[in-house]
């Protein structure tokens, strides 16, 4: 039997249908959410994909260890995870459905001395010339139906801060013509979107109850 993966933005239907489903993880929710209006219309390369990724202490994991004690967090920054992290495996089979070809990308994380909250930096290669006009109307019409991923105003990007404590992915995009790239950047709260409060979301729709259900009112706890 297999699992759905339990994105609701992409597999609410399959989700609403199973009984098993694998809930995803905080950075594979912010890079796929990310990416997925670039690769569904076609406006970027699916090679040289690089993904610059920071999460806050708990995006880390609840295991004791001396890495994640909070005086080896606090005034400090680091990358950790490379170049295996074991979320890999998790964004490149998702991307690869989405691009319908295998994709192999750069996912690289980093530490941040903060509770909650990730930040993914997505840098991609554009198939061709194109203007930030034209990328962010693609990406706001494939999102305007959707209750939790919100695509900035051109010229604003997001912040953890603005995301903490719901289910709420902020998108925002910047094309350089200079060097043909469209870079991607996606915050979330690792605790709520990437964890439990997806965990609920998909709960909810498993048991035929609104996707929202229980999730509009989440309490910004440490």
């Given at each position: 039997?297999?699992?759905?993966?339990?994105?609701?933005?992409?597999?609410?239907?399959?989700?609403?249908?199973?009984?098993?489903?694998?809930?995803?993880?905080?950075?594979?929710?912010?890079?796929?959410?990310?990416?997925?209006?670039?690769?569904?219309?076609?406006?970027?390369?699916?090679?040289?994909?690089?993904?610059?990724?920071?999460?806050?202490?708990?995006?880390?994991?609840?295991?004791?260890?001396?890495?994640?004690?909070?005086?080896?967090?606090?005034?400090?920054?680091?990358?950790?995870?490379?170049?295996?992290?074991?979320?890999?495996?998790?964004?490149?089979?998702?991307?690869?459905?989405?691009?319908?070809?295998?994709?192999?990308?750069?996912?690289?994380t980093h530490l941040l001395p903060m509770n909650r909250g990730i930040l993914?930096?997505?840098?991609?290669?554009?198939?061709?010339?194109?203007?930030?006009?034209?990328?962010?109307?693609?990406?706001?019409?494939?999102?305007?139906?959707?209750?939790?991923?919100?695509?900035?105003?051109?010229?604003?990007?997001?912040?953890?801060?603005?995301?903490?404590?719901?289910?709420?992915?902020?998108?925002?995009?910047?094309?350089?013509?200079?060097?043909?790239?469209?870079?991607?950047?996606?915050?979330?709260?690792?605790?709520?979107?990437?964890?439990?409060?997806?965990?609920?979301?998909?709960?909810?729709?498993?048991?035929?109850?609104?996707?929202?259900?229980?999730?509009?009112?989440?309490?910004?706890?440490?």
């Amino acid at each position: 039997r297999w699992a759905v993966y339990g994105l609701p933005e992409l597999y609410a239907a399959d989700i609403a249908q199973t009984s098993l489903t694998a809930n995803p993880g905080c950075y594979p929710t912010s890079v796929i959410l990310g990416l997925y209006a670039a690769l569904k219309n076609e406006l970027i390369e699916p090679d040289d994909i690089v993904v610059d990724a920071k999460s806050g202490a708990t995006g880390a994991g609840r295991k004791a260890a001396v890495p994640t004690l909070f005086c080896e967090v606090s005034d400090n920054f680091r990358a950790y995870g490379l170049p295996r992290h074991r979320h890999t495996p998790e964004i490149e089979q998702e991307i690869s459905l989405l691009a319908g070809r295998e994709v192999r990308l750069s996912f690289n994380t980093h530490l941040l001395p903060m509770n909650r909250g990730i930040l993914s930096t997505i840098y991609t290669k554009l198939k061709y010339p194109v203007t930030l006009d034209s990328v962010h109307e693609a990406f706001r019409h494939t999102w305007e139906r959707s209750p939790w991923v919100r695509v900035l105003p051109k010229g604003a990007l997001p912040e953890t801060r603005y995301v903490r404590g719901s289910m709420f992915c902020d998108i925002g995009v910047v094309v350089d013509p200079r060097t043909r790239r469209l870079t991607i950047l996606a915050a979330i709260d690792n605790l709520c979107r990437g964890a439990s409060g997806q965990a609920l979301a998909n709960a909810n729709l498993m048991c035929g109850l609104p996707v929202n259900a229980g999730l509009e009112h989440l309490a910004p706890l440490a």
